[in-house]
């Protein structure tokens, strides 16, 4: 089964915005970690939160992670059209990392 | 610094042959991870060498294995190829081993089957 659900599975929205995406994984962890990856390229590291944080910040990415709940979240603030993509979040779970199947954003000029 | 480079980008092969392809990491990291990417299953984990020893392995049959070499690029071989081995198959190195770091990826080689 899946260890990361991301939610929603696709979202649009105006340039300018903000963009909020879910993860919810099942089995506890060690660290989550946040990927982009542009149409027919490889993934492109975002940022990495451990267990012990709640929050964590880079330049206008936000991530929070909730352990009680087993879910993770990724706000992009006043989004842009390079951020079009599909974004995943991987966990790391005892010897493998599983990536959940993403959420495409498609920003709209 | 040059990053993650996978040979070749695109490949056709026919039912029943073997495919190698290559992984040269970034400069430094000694960690080097494979996955597979389709439609239906999403990203898979293949394995991962560090050192030239596989330290972590996903749930994928025999004919998927891999190896490291002294200079930390990798190889990855599948034998008897089937249908369902189409893919965008990507690397990632990292300088450690586990997933407690970021993983730099390549562009990835697609493999198609026919």
């Known amino acids: 089964s899946q260890q990361g659900e991301e939610d929603p599975q696709a979202l649009s929205i105006q340039e300018g915005e903000n963009a909020t995406m879910n993860c919810s994984y099942k089995?506890?962890?060690?660290?989550l970690q946040w990927y982009r990856q542009n149409s027919g390229r490889g993934l492109v590291h975002l940022i990495l939160i451990r267990s012990n944080e709640r929050e964590k910040h880079s330049g206008r990415l936000r991530v929070t992670l909730d352990t009680s709940k087993k879910s993770s979240s990724l706000l992009i603030t006043a989004s842009r059209a390079a951020d079009t993509a599909s974004y995943f979040c991987?966990?790391?779970?005892?010897?493998?990392?599983?990536f959940g199947k993403g959420t495409r954003l498609h920003i709209l000029p | 610094k040059a990053g993650v480079t996978q040979t070749p980008r695109y490949l056709i092969k026919t039912r029943g042959q073997q495919v190698t392809l290559s992984c040269s990491p970034i400069s430094g990291h000694r960690s080097v991870s494979w996955y597979q990417q389709t439609p239906g299953q999403g990203l898979q984990f293949l394995f991962e060498?560090?050192?030239?020893?596989q330290r972590n392995k996903g749930n994928f049959p025999g004919r998927f294995s891999g190896r490291q070499f002294s200079n930390s690029r990798s190889e990855m071989n599948v034998s008897t190829l089937e249908l369902g081995d189409s893919a965008l198959y990507l690397c990632a190195s990292s300088w450690g081993w586990g997933f407690g770091q970021p993983q730099h990826f390549g562009d990835g080689t697609r493999l198609s089957i026919l």
């Open positions: 060498y560090f050192s030239e020893t």
């Open positions: 089995t506890s962890i060690n660290n």
């Open positions: 991987a966990t790391d779970a005892q010897d493998k990392i599983i």
